[in-house]
């Protein structure tokens, strides 16, 4: 996020676009691995290691 700060306010041409570009990066990174956790660690078994107790009880 600071790099795209620093593209706005450089005064380059396009850089509102260059910015806005950023953001969308940053959400969509954001929204991609925050939806793909949990599935992740499942895979992994990370419940064992965390002492999760299991689904069926």
Same mark, same amino acid.
């Given at each position: 996020?600071?790099?795209?700060l620093?593209?706005?306010?450089?005064? *380059? #041409?396009? $850089?509102?676009e260059?910015? &806005?570009?950023? +953001? @969308?990066? *940053? /959400?969509?990174? *954001? +929204? $991609?691995?925050?939806?793909t =956790?949990? #599935? @992740? $660690?499942?895979?992994?078994?990370v &419940? =064992?290691? /965390?002492?999760?107790p =299991?689904? =069926?009880?």
């Amino acid at each position: 996020m600071a790099y795209g700060l620093l593209v706005l306010h450089s005064g *380059i #041409p396009n $850089a509102v676009e260059v910015y &806005e570009l950023v +953001v @969308v990066c *940053i /959400a969509l990174s *954001i +929204v $991609a691995h925050s939806s793909t =956790d949990v #599935p @992740v $660690a499942r895979l992994f078994d990370v &419940e =064992d290691i /965390a002492g999760v107790p =299991d689904r =069926d009880g």
